[in-house]
Every structure is written in C-alpha cells, then in structure tokens.
C-alpha cells in the first residue's frame, strides 16, 4: 500500500517574497506589485518585523471603488477628473495607513489543507510564512494551493 505524504506550506511556499515598508507610500507599492506581477505583498517595519499586508484591494478601498455598483472603466470614463484625483491622493498615504492588519500567518510545517481552509475562513488570497522567531520566510498564495495536486 501507497503511502500518501500530507504535504505542508513549506513544500508549496514561494521563497523570493516580494515586501514592502509601512513607510511606503502607496504610489511606490502600486508600482512594486506591478513590477513583480503580483496583487498583495508582506509589509514590513524598520526591524524587518511582519506588521500587515498591502493587496490590490486595499488599494481599491482608498479610491472607494465598489465593482458591484459599476465597472471600473465605466467610472473613469464618466467621472474621469473624480476617478484621477481620488487616486491621486489615495497615492500619497503610506502603506501602513492602509495594509490589513494584523497579519493572519501560517509556518512552515502548516499542512496545504490547514492553510487553504485559514484563506477560506478568513476570506484572504495570501498568508505570509513565518518561521517560530516571526521571521518572513515564504509566502503561500491561492494558485500555490494547486501545487499540492499536481506536484
């Protein structure tokens, strides 16, 4: 008989994580998860201490977009001067004004079906690794959940 080995988050985590400051302003991080091709990052303090994270949606929040009220290319078309200057000024908070907070984490040894079910539970698309000192070590992300299927 087959023996089935459970796999954890560290089998599945991405390492090379992409942070970013609190003191980041949130033009920065706009152009940073851009950049990397990325929707959310770990944020960090001045001692590399894991304090929140900054998501896409986040973002949206400052410029209250709402999707199910309109699309959002609808929006800019008809209140473009609106749109644009929300932004602009959405751009200028740092990033520890805005982030989710606290930080909702796994560690290493975490199994892939704990971690889906926190990001279900919690309704969150990403959940930062920290090893036993607190440390960022990795990241796990919604499609890093299909790894454990196909791995």
Do not use: C, Q
């Amino acid at each position: 008989m087959e023996v089935i080995k459970i796999k954890t988050v560290k089998d599945i985590m991405s390492k090379g994580v992409v942070s970013v400051r609190t003191t980041n302003s949130v033009a920065e991080v706009i152009k940073i998860l851009r950049d990397n091709h990325i929707s959310g990052a770990p944020v960090l303090d001045e001692e590399n201490e894991l304090k929140g994270i900054i998501s896409e949606y986040d973002i949206l929040k400052l410029i209250e977009y709402k999707p199910f009220l309109a699309p959002f290319l609808e929006l800019l078309e008809e209140h473009p001067d609106d749109i644009l200057n929300a932004v602009r000024l959405a751009s200028k908070k740092s990033v520890g004004e805005v982030m989710s907070k606290p930080p909702i984490t796994v560690n290493p040894d975490t199994s892939v079906s704990e971690a889906a079910l926190l990001m279900w539970d919690k309704k969150v698309n990403r959940l930062p690794v920290v090893d036993k000192n607190g440390n960022l070590v990795g990241i796990i992300a919604r499609a890093d959940l299909l790894k454990a299927f196909y791995e």
